[in-house]
């Protein structure tokens, strides 16, 4: 499958869409999630093109691959997450309903969080 250069987060990323940013240096670009399913639900993304982690991991830079999990930890960090944890999530392909085809790393918390997986 190739990348689809008017996804919905590629759009975000040209700003031709808004969002509620949270974070941004030259490697990621953070926002909050538009329909949360958590108390915080942020979005951390690559600003490369890049499909899915299998894509990231097989292309990306080694400084992209590290930009992208450091903005993670920062991130989870400024909001506020640290003390009382959260989750990180990334969806690939069909099974894991995926819906926006340009890698992202969900982050939950801000409350309890349920069981890890639910029964499908
Ligand atoms: P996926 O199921 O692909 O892992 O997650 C995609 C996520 O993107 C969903 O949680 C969905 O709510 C979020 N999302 C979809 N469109 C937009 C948008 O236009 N803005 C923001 N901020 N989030 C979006």
């Known amino acids: 499958m190739a990348y ?4 919905i987060f590629a759009r975000i ?3 031709e ?5 949270i ?3 030259s490697y990621a670009l953070a926002f909050h999630d538009i329909n949360p399913q958590a108390k915080t639900h942020a979005l951390v993304i690559p600003k490369g093109a890049y499909l899915s982690m299998a894509d ?3 292309n990306a830079s080694e400084a992209e691959i590290a930009g992208l ?3 993670v930890g920062k991130v989870a960090t400024m909001l506020g997450l640290e ?3 959260y989750r990180i999530l990334a969806n690939h392909g069909p099974d894991s309903h995926q819906e926006v085809p340009h890698l992202h ?3 939950f918390g801000g409350q309890k969080l349920g069981r890890m997986i639910q029964p499908a």
């Open 17 to 21: 869409i808004p969002a509620k940013r």
């Open 56 to 58: 990231f991991a097989a």
């Open 69 to 71: 999990f450091r903005a």
């Open 105 to 107: 790393i969900h982050i």
């Open 23 to 25: 974070y941004e240096d």
């Open 4 to 7: 689809d250069r008017n996804n």
């Open 13 to 15: 990323l040209r700003g």
């Open 83 to 85: 003390d009382s944890g």
